[in-house]
């Protein structure tokens, strides 16, 4: 069996994806903000026999990203897959202003990709050393391109662009780890899940749904377990089908370029 940490895992397709492993006997070790809203996820999931571990960590704060961290590499001294779920929309119930995160970053940057690739960076070590590991980061087809003069969107800011901004950051991230680790270590895969799904999110903003919990379950669970896509890395999926992602995310110059940036911004919080 493997031991998972799903981030975000206390609503949509967080608990939906985690109430499958826990089916399927996995070690999952689950994070959420909401300290009782987790205790009740873990419980009603250890009425299962799985063996669930819980973490709490506000990732609007860099600070609790690393102690979220720290707290999975106390829990475990493996970790086989790491699905990076947890983010926030482009509207509804957060909001469609722009707001900024506890360390003064555009605040759907800082959820949706920032936190993700910090907590990556931090667990590294130890997915590496559960080879063959899986990275799984749950992006979007909705996707706009960065601007590296106004990252953090201080002039023309929509709740859209910025969660598109940080869904492509997100995908290519993925695809430059997937470069930079090799794939019989670690394989770092993006997809979105499904379309409007009727998730909290979804709902409070559009007010309907398309597809169905099921359908993002299906796609997600396959980049954790298939058999097949063992030393696939690098890629990116539309529900189980590969496509391609906006043309930055293929640009190593782009690339390297927000990852540079992202570890300024990382370094520039802890030494706030």
């Given amino acids: 069996m493997s031991t998972i940490l799903i981030t975000g895992a206390t609503d949509g397709l967080g608990r939906a994806l985690a109430d499958q492993l826990a089916a399927e006997g996995e070690t999952l070790i689950l994070h959420?903000?909401?300290?009782?809203?987790?205790?009740?996820?873990?419980?009603?999931?250890?009425a299962t026999g799985a063996r669930i571990h819980t973490a709490v960590a506000d990732l609007a704060d860099l600070a609790q990203v690393h102690r979220l961290a720290a707290e999975v590499t106390r829990l475990t001294d493996r970790l086989d897959v790491l699905v990076s779920n947890a983010g926030i929309g482009g509207g509804l119930p957060d909001g469609r202003t722009r707001q900024t995160s506890a360390d003064g970053y555009e605040l759907r940057f800082a959820v949706n990709y920032l936190a993700g690739f910090a907590l990556t960076l931090?667990?590294?070590?130890?997915?590496?050393?559960s080879a063959p590991a899986r990275i799984v980061n749950v992006a979007s087809l909705g996707q706009h391109p960065l601007d590296f003069d106004d990252l953090m969107i201080e002039h023309g800011?929509?709740?859209?662009?910025?969660?598109?901004?940080?869904k492509l950051a997100q995908i290519m991230s993925g695809v430059e780890l997937a470069d930079r680790v090799p794939n019989t270590e670690i394989t770092v895969n993006s997809l979105h899940p499904a379309t409007y799904m009727p998730t909290k999110i979804v709902m409070r903003e559009a007010g309907h749904s398309i597809d169905t919990l099921a359908t993002g379950v299906t796609a997600t669970h396959r980049l954790i377990k298939d058999p097949a896509l063992r030393t696939t890395t690098g890629r990116f999926y539309d529900r189980t089908h590969e496509t391609r992602a906006d043309a930055q995310a293929y640009d190593p110059a782009a690339r390297h370029e927000l990852w540079q940036h992202s570890l300024r911004l990382i370094d520039a919080a802890r030494t706030d």
């Fill in 32 to 46: 959420g903000r909401d300290a009782e809203k987790l205790r009740h996820t873990a419980d009603s999931l250890t």
């Fill in 122 to 129: 931090d667990l590294l070590e130890l997915l590496r050393n």
């Fill in 157 to 166: 800011y929509s709740g859209s662009r910025a969660y598109g901004q940080s």
